[in-house]
């Protein structure tokens, strides 16, 4: 494993040499996300720091229990006058979909996926870590720092979002961290509650409509399933609302590709990515300017259904193809 304690004690003395920390995240914010957010902020709060923290979307409803979750501002540009602006867990700049961010003096970059382009001044990049959230919970304990019960909080609920409450990314070291912030007080059955076991009642009825386009191709190898913009605004459902639901098409039997195409807009598609055993899906989702982990990527497409669910398809043939 790389040692990052070099890069973490640095991005922390330039941190603590400045005064207004901004920290974004990514667009429609997930966990991961919010939780690093949180947990940074908790870091620097202990340290009497001004932290403005912003994301382009709102905190997904089932994050809003978090201590302090009404601090995250939604914004569409970064504002002026920050020392630093901390990108959690964007790939790149744009990631974040904030303008402005130019005109901050110091870029910090601090992520764990494996495609992240190096943007900042600062970068801490450490694909494997199964999320950020231990990322900052690896510098808090490595450099001693003094931090408040909901940092311990902020980690796990970070942890258990990346790895759908330890189903993926499970290596020896997930469950170190997760016995050791379970043995710092946190309680992780109430947290799992919290975060996967308070969906809104709109959540399954558009589960409903979602299952109900789920269709097989290559001999059940791929499966594809669709949320079209007009079956969120029938249950009056947003994006967030669909998290999780690519695994359903994963979870049958003899697939090994899953792809979720969701209709923001009419006719912008976010397509979600879901692969079983040594499948790479990155080099895909990043030839269609998207980007992710190996099993886990996501990417954009215009057009209609048909289109973008055809080239999908096309896509994941190639893929399984070997080509
Ligand atoms: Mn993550």
Request: one cysteine or more.
């Amino acid at each position: 494993m790389t040692d990052h304690a070099d890069t973490m004690a640095w991005i922390w003395q330039r941190l603590t040499e400045s005064d207004r920390i901004g920290i974004c995240s990514h667009a429609y914010p997930d966990g991961d996300a919010i939780g690093s957010q949180l947990a940074l902020a908790e870091l620097l709060w202990a340290q009497g720091k001004e932290v403005i923290l912003m994301n382009r979307h709102n905190v997904p409803e089932n994050l809003r229990f978090l201590k302090n979750w009404e601090a995250v501002q939604v914004v569409e540009s970064v504002p002026a006058g920050l020392d630093v602006l901390v990108f959690i867990e964007c790939t790149e700049p744009r990631r974040a979909d904030l303008t402005g961010w130019e005109q901050c003096p110091l870029w910090v970059n601090i992520d764990h996926h494996v495609c992240n382009t190096r943007y900042a001044h600062l970068n801490w990049v450490a694909p494997e870590a199964p999320c950020v959230g231990t990322m900052l919970y690896e510098l808090q304990q490595r450099l001693g720092l003094p931090a408040p019960p909901a940092f311990y909080e902020d980690i796990y609920v970070a942890l258990i979002s990346d790895t759908a409450n330890f189903q993926y990314n499970l290596k020896p070291n997930t469950f170190r961290w997760a016995y050791e912030l379970v043995q710092q007080g946190v309680s992780a059955e109430e947290l799992a509650r919290r975060v996967f076991g308070q969906y809104p009642e709109r959540r399954w009825r558009l589960l409903r409509m979602a299952l109900d386009t789920l269709q097989l191709s290559m001999d059940g190898r791929i499966a594809l399933m669709t949320v079209t913009h007009s079956m969120l605004q029938a249950v009056d459902a947003r994006y967030e609302d669909t998290e999780g639901f690519v695994d359903y098409a994963l979870k049958t039997q003899g697939v090994q590709v899953a792809a979720l195409l969701k209709e923001i807009e009419p006719s912008h598609f976010r397509v979600s990515l879901r692969a079983n055993g040594r499948i790479d899906l990155l080099p895909l989702a990043q030839r269609f300017g998207g980007g992710g982990h190996a099993r886990a990527a996501a990417l954009v497409l215009q057009g209609p259904w048909e289109e973008v669910q055809a080239r999908v398809l096309a896509a994941l043939e190639g893929l399984l193809k070997g080509e």
